[in-house]
């Protein structure tokens, strides 16, 4: 996936909202496979187990059989039908989440791989309402951009739209 590219600022960003949120280096399960990002937490001294790549729509057993203190999952809702059962499943009382925003300017991605497929390009304050739903309470909150080395419209408009949203949230109750 990450052959070519590493999403330096991205995996800069997250890790110290990370940080910021749960400097405790504690048991985490991870939503989706291992990948590079894993590899970090754990080099930062979190306890890091991730899903095995099992469709999350569908299959929630090791969501429920996690001992995790905490739930990270990055970039992932948006490939998900239906993100709420996962939110709804999880053990852990605490949720790290980020998730790529919708751009006003750009159609929808469409991966061409079944893995990649984004069901939903979420707003803020969609999310938010996802959240709060499936029985979290947001704590903290950060948004960042994205900007692109290329010419024209678009890449001046990425330096300074913001392209992800993160999320630090607390099971209600």
Do not use: C
Not at 43 to 70: H, I, P, W
Not at 135 to 153: A, C, L, Q
């Amino acid at each position: 996936m990450y052959e070519n590219t590493y999403p330096d600022k991205r995996y800069q960003k997250t890790l110290a909202f990370l940080e910021k949120v749960h400097p405790q280096k504690t048991r985490v399960l991870d939503l989706g496979v291992k990948n590079p990002f894993s590899n970090l937490m754990q080099n930062e001294g979190y306890e890091v187990e991730n899903t095995a790549g099992e469709d999350l729509d569908l299959d929630f057993s090791n969501v429920q059989n996690s001992e995790a203190e905490l739930v990270t999952a990055f970039e992932i809702f948006e490939h998900l039908i239906a993100p709420f059962n996962v939110l709804r499943e999880i053990k852990a009382n605490k949720l790290v989440a980020s998730i790529p925003l919708r751009l006003w300017f750009a159609p929808a991605y469409q991966g061409k791989e079944k893995w990649d497929r984004h069901y939903h390009e979420f707003e803020d304050w969609q999310f938010d309402w996802l959240l709060e739903k499936a029985g979290w309470h947001i704590k903290s909150r950060e948004k960042w951009t994205n900007p692109v080395n290329k010419i024209g419209i678009r890449p001046i408009l990425r330096k300074f739209t913001p392209r992800y949203y993160i999320i630090y949230a607390k099971r209600k109750g």
